[in-house]
């Protein structure tokens, strides 16, 4: 039987280095892509900083390939970016949402466009390094089954991956732990072995999300009123992109004792603030579902529901309302869900699934 051929998604760092070492080790055919997605005006700034998909990781992914001897390519996905990342990132904001876009990125630049484009010069899977499993169910599904070193696990991110997607991707990383995969780098003399992961969101530089829409994007900041939970006027907000669900920090009121954001209406421009009891729900609205382990969940499946990465994750049971809309019932409250943030489901290490909070009902 022939090789199969895998076009491993390479950032420059330890983790996408290691997993294309590995594939190679395992006899597939290994070829090496780097994903331009930065925009034009971006080019000078992210190679100074870097980034996952920066022009610094162009220089280490290449380097990397050259040691593995395995094909390199840079392709060019910057107009996908801008459409199904960057876009999507300003107007969730201008809407009051908070949005993931590494969520978007993964399902529709990592995969679909990587994909595609693998496909089409011959690859049979892609790869990257991320800490997940790909495992096909008894049921026939494909999902995500979290990764052995837990503490990295990245699958919440992953939730949006569709079966075709998953049918076609290897996660070698999501097989060890962080430790293990840079001892791995270090045996086989990977100069970026103890390269520093990449952090927070790639094409807003500084973090400063807010101060990134208003100066590369032209989304002016209005400012208009903060309002308690039964719409007095408490003073004026800097603008609603300033702000978060459960943010309490930054806010420049002098309510006495701390107060924290619990909506926001973009409708009206107004921050609604409240107590820290305020921030917690018992039940939200998730759309754009997708779904990995079943193809539809029976209604009142019991499940654990993580509202963020770095959340826990609480029971909770998931009714459909269509389609595309699912209610979810914790079994006791979380704190702070937010609109435009992932809800994912879990069963057993597995992912279930997951959508886009739209509405939290306290």
């Given at each position: 039987?022939?090789?199969?051929?895998?076009?491993?998604?390479?950032?420059?760092?330890?983790?996408s280095?290691?997993?294309a070492?590995?594939l190679?080790?395992q006899?597939?055919?290994?070829i090496?892509v780097?994903?331009?997605?930065?925009?034009?005006?971006?080019?000078?700034?992210?190679?100074?900083?870097?980034?996952?998909?920066?022009l610094?990781?162009?220089?280490?992914a290449?380097?990397?390939?050259?040691?593995?001897?395995?094909?390199?390519?840079?392709?060019?996905?910057k107009?996908?970016?801008r459409?199904y990342v960057?876009?999507?990132?300003?107007?969730?904001?201008?809407?009051?949402?908070?949005?993931?876009?590494?969520?978007?990125?993964?399902?529709?630049?990592?995969?679909e466009?990587?994909?595609?484009?693998?496909l089409s010069?011959?690859g049979?899977?892609i790869?990257?390094?991320?800490y997940?499993?790909?495992?096909q169910?008894?049921?026939?599904?494909?999902?995500?089954?979290?990764?052995?070193?837990?503490?990295?696990d990245?699958?919440?991110?992953?939730?949006n991956?569709?079966?075709?997607?998953?049918?076609?991707?290897?996660?070698?990383?999501?097989?060890?732990?962080k430790t293990?995969i840079?001892?791995?780098?270090a045996?086989?003399?990977?100069?970026?072995?103890?390269?520093?992961?990449s952090?927070?969101?790639?094409?807003?530089?500084?973090?400063?999300?807010?101060?990134?829409?208003e100066?590369?994007?032209?989304l002016?900041?209005?400012?208009?009123?903060?309002?308690?939970?039964?719409?007095?006027?408490?003073?004026t907000?800097?603008?609603?992109?300033?702000?978060?669900?459960g943010q309490?920090?930054?806010?420049?009121?002098?309510?006495?004792?701390?107060?924290?954001?619990?909506?926001?209406?973009?409708?009206?421009?107004e921050?609604?603030?409240?107590?820290?009891?305020?921030?917690?729900?018992?039940?939200?609205?998730?759309?754009?579902?997708?779904?990995?382990?079943?193809?539809?969940?029976e209604?009142?499946?019991?499940?654990?529901g993580k509202?963020?990465?770095?959340?826990k994750g609480?029971?909770?049971?998931?009714?459909m309302?269509?389609?595309d809309?699912?209610?979810?019932?914790?079994?006791?409250?979380?704190?702070?869900?937010t609109?435009?943030q992932a809800?994912?489901?879990?069963?057993?290490?597995y992912?279930?699934g997951?959508?886009t909070?739209?509405?939290?009902?306290?």
């Amino acid at each position: 039987m022939d090789k199969k051929t895998v076009c491993v998604g390479m950032s420059g760092g330890v983790d996408s280095s290691v997993a294309a070492y590995l594939l190679k080790e395992q006899g597939y055919n290994v070829i090496g892509v780097t994903m331009q997605i930065w925009q034009d005006e971006d080019a000078d700034q992210i190679s100074e900083h870097g980034g996952c998909c920066g022009l610094s990781a162009v220089d280490d992914a290449r380097r990397v390939a050259a040691q593995l001897e395995i094909p390199y390519y840079v392709m060019n996905f910057k107009e996908d970016f801008r459409k199904y990342v960057i876009d999507y990132f300003v107007d969730e904001y201008r809407n009051g949402r908070t949005p993931n876009p590494c969520i978007a990125c993964n399902r529709y630049v990592k995969w679909e466009s990587l994909l595609r484009r693998s496909l089409s010069i011959g690859g049979d899977y892609i790869a990257t390094g991320h800490y997940a499993r790909v495992e096909q169910l008894s049921n026939g599904r494909y999902t995500l089954h979290v990764a052995k070193g837990i503490e990295k696990d990245q699958t919440y991110a992953l939730y949006n991956l569709t079966q075709d997607q998953l049918s076609k991707t290897l996660m070698p990383v999501g097989e060890y732990n962080k430790t293990q995969i840079r001892q791995i780098a270090a045996d086989i003399g990977i100069q970026v072995a103890n390269k520093p992961d990449s952090q927070d969101i790639c094409f807003v530089l500084d973090g400063d999300y807010a101060g990134y829409l208003e100066r590369e994007e032209g989304l002016k900041a209005v400012p208009g009123n903060f309002v308690d939970m039964n719409g007095k006027v408490l003073g004026t907000h800097k603008g609603i992109i300033h702000y978060t669900i459960g943010q309490r920090k930054g806010l420049g009121l002098a309510m006495g004792h701390p107060v924290f954001v619990v909506d926001i209406i973009p409708e009206t421009n107004e921050v609604v603030i409240g107590e820290n009891a305020d921030t917690f729900s018992k039940e939200l609205i998730a759309d754009k579902t997708n779904f990995m382990s079943v193809e539809h969940p029976e209604d009142g499946m019991q499940v654990i529901g993580k509202i963020r990465y770095a959340h826990k994750g609480v029971p909770c049971r998931i009714y459909m309302l269509d389609d595309d809309r699912v209610r979810v019932v914790f079994d006791e409250p979380v704190r702070a869900a937010t609109k435009g943030q992932a809800v994912v489901f879990y069963e057993n290490d597995y992912i279930v699934g997951g959508g886009t909070i739209k509405e939290i009902i306290r």
